[in-house]
């Protein structure tokens, strides 16, 4: 891609021969064991390479499991330095599997398995009111909101108040209060419309009232210790903040009604989105919808724990319950009022669908969450897989959808669907 061209897309700079921006993990690599052939690991990462290509991610990382086995674990690009304003002279640092990146969104499929981990130890009941657990919370006609209600993206609070400083994000009571202030757009839960940023809080809120616990404390205990995680913390450690993966707004700048959408769901435009979650007071801070942060490896490895019913490496991190119950669908497939596109989602995952849906065709089983439309992962109970493809542009539309949607129809391709005596626990 020639520098003009770059320029009007707004990408970055891609060589021509990708092997020197390619880091492989070779042991974490073992095909061979559950027999997946090279020629599978060959077209999934060359569609990977084919996204690379597009110029809208500097860097990369993929890990996919199947049977339980990681068989493909890589990763592209820089982790800081070449994004498209970045100067010729800046430094860049490679990206490898071990470089921390933000999940955004992808967090919030972690902050509810935690609430439902609540619910199996009988901390909370999701069918009560928020206000039950928090009285505060009832103003504003918010009484009978549910915290089921509020996983499954039908609290009625999609957003927080408009011109909010963004500030506020990383001040922990201050937008608890604006949060308990805000009147709902409605409060039967009949209505879908994504909570990009607000329902984090409210289970934040919820989950430290009954444990009298930080939410960091509670995921350190029961997810990131148990399964032992390097990273996968909300936000990242001040000593830590130089080996974050930086983000970059790339891609043709979103014009209305895109524009429009994007505002609306993230409270503001794109490129103050880049400018905040570059900022290290957003780095740092506790933001469960959003900051969490780790490897593509880690969040896999949170996924193949759920195709486990709830095991890692033997260890017992949830029941199979609690996992059947954290993917069950709830509700229809609507049209959601935030994204304006069709969604069918659990108390807290993004689910697939037939013939196609979010994670590709035949995929109803499957459940996961995206990160600024960009972030895919993923597990399929049907084809015994779990997938996470990390990247750091969060290009809106551009030329790499069609890049990105051929990434998941071949992953489906050579993970073709299993009998049903052969899948994992959740799809018994």
Known sequence: MNRLARRALHTC?????????????????????????????????????????????????LSLRHRGEQVLHRALGHATGNGPNDSEGVLKSAMTTDTPICYFSASKAVTALLIHMLAEQGLVNLTDPVAYYCPEFAQGGKRTITVHQVLSHRGGIPAIPRDTPIEVLWQKDEIWRLLCEAKPVEVDGAKVAYHAITGGFVLQRVLEKVTGRSIEEFLDEHLRQPMGMKWFTYGIAPEHLHQLASNYATGPTPRFPVSWIVNRALGSD?????????????????????????????????YQ???????????????EMTVRRAIQQFGSLQIDRT????????????????????????????????????????????????????NTGFPIVGHHLPALAKFVYTVCKNFPLIPQNQRPLVAA
């Open 13 to 61: 700079e891609v060589p021509a021969d990708l092997s020197a921006v390619t880091y492989r993990d070779t042991a974490g690599e073992r095909p061979d064991v559950v027999g997946v052939s090279q020629e599978t690991i060959d077209a999934i990462w060359q569609s990977a390479e084919a996204l690379y290509r597009t110029g809208v991610h500097p860097g990369l990382q």
């Open 339 to 390: 994204m304006m596109i069709p969604m069918r989602f659990s108390a807290g995952l993004m689910l697939g669908g037939n013939p196609v849906g979010l994670w590709g065709p035949q995929s109803r089983d499957a459940f996961g969450h995206v990160g600024l439309i960009n972030k895919l992962c993923w597990a399929d109970p049907a084809r015994d897989i779990s997938v996470s493809l990390l």
């Open 305 to 319: 724990m759920m195709l486990n019913g709830g095991l890692w490496n033997g260890k017992r991190i949830c029941s």
């Open 270 to 302: 794109i490129r103050t989105v880049e400018k905040v979650t570059n900022d290290p007071r957003f780095q740092e801070a506790v933001i469960p919808a959003g900051n969490l942060c780790g490897t593509a490896e880690e969040m896999g490895r949170f």
